[in-house]
């Protein structure tokens, strides 16, 4: 096991008819602005909530933060909570507005050019304290300190750090209105955060192993209780939960992790505007393909233990496991090639120039370089 420090400071409010709880949490004598997205928070009732918890409370709204926060967006929050002092924000939506609100937390009383808070690690001021009401089960944003940046102008998009939300609620009714699109979506996310932290090697740490498996497990038990016509409350806690586990910190501690899929994915959506889990759903299979020298072992374990695959060569046991890992995302409706969204050549000569320009090695062995990124992105097709 590698040596690891382990702090996680967020308050989770987890439960039926939570969001009134925000008037006991929030500050009493700040100045807060309410931060949302294209208008759920309206039909859903959520908004409503809100407003209704803070009676008595001094804030102003802004709204209109798009899926894959726009910098240029979010810089017309930071000049208004700079002109309105604001001093607590208050993110009420999905990863997308709750990620917006970290970064606008960080740029607030940053004195420079606000791109260096995304892309330059060094680049510190003082946080705005932020908290979170979550609408969306997916990026594990309402109890982590990352955050994804896109910057429209040029199409990039890229993931900062150091900024956790004082306290998250999270009602689990609140996911009922999401379209069934959106929690297929969330619910690969998640699923997807685990193996990145997971699909390295075994023999590392066997309680984090079990933890991550016991999330993978819950997803699938899970997904098809979800993605029902009329979920249960139970399925909706539970699904809820795992996504908030599987990227908060605790399956990490003293393992290796990959993050592949990820950076690959990232650099999809930016170039073509397609959903963060899509992205990831199409690029897995093929890394634990690519990788399967590197990789086997892990991928076998994870087969045995999640599909219960027990014969077969090593080869079939790892190829057997892939199609398995593609057929779970493919019965929650996503298709997983990029043939099935028309994403062309010149997206794959692109992202393997930027790979290449950045000098990016990816993966827990640093051997993911621009070629291989090739590799993954033409057996995608
Ligand atoms: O904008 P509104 O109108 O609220 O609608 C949203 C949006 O259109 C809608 N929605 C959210 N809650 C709803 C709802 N619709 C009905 N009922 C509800 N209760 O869903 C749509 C998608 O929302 P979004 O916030 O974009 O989705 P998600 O939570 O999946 O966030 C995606 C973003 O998070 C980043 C992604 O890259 C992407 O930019 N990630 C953040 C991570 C993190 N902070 O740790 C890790 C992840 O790997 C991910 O990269
Ligand atoms: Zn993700």
Known sequence: MKNFTFQNPVKIVFGKDTIAQLANELPKDAKIMITYGGGSIMRNGVYDQVIAALKGFTYIEFGGIEPNPHFETLMKAVEMARAEKVDFL?????????????????????AGDCWDVVVDPKAVSELVPLASVLTLAATGSEMNNGAVITRAATQEKYAMYGAYPEFSILDPQVLYSLPKFQIACGITDSYIHVLEQYLTKPDQSPLMDRWAEGVLQTLIEEAPKVMKEDPDYNSMANFMLSATMAL?????????????????????????GLTHGVTLAIVMPRIMDVLRKEKGDKIVQYGERIFHITSGTYDERIDETIRRTEEFFNSLGIKTRLSDYEVKEDVIDEIERRMAERGWKLGENRSVDAPVVREILEKSK
């Open 248 to 272: 908060n910190g605790f399956i990490s501690m003293g393992v290796e992790q990959d993050w592949t899929t990820h950076m690959i994915g990232h650099e999809l959506t930016a170039l073509t």
């Open 90 to 110: 208050l993110a009420v939506g999905g990863g997308s507005v709750i990620d917006g609100t970290k970064f606008i937390s960080k740029a607030i009383r940053y």
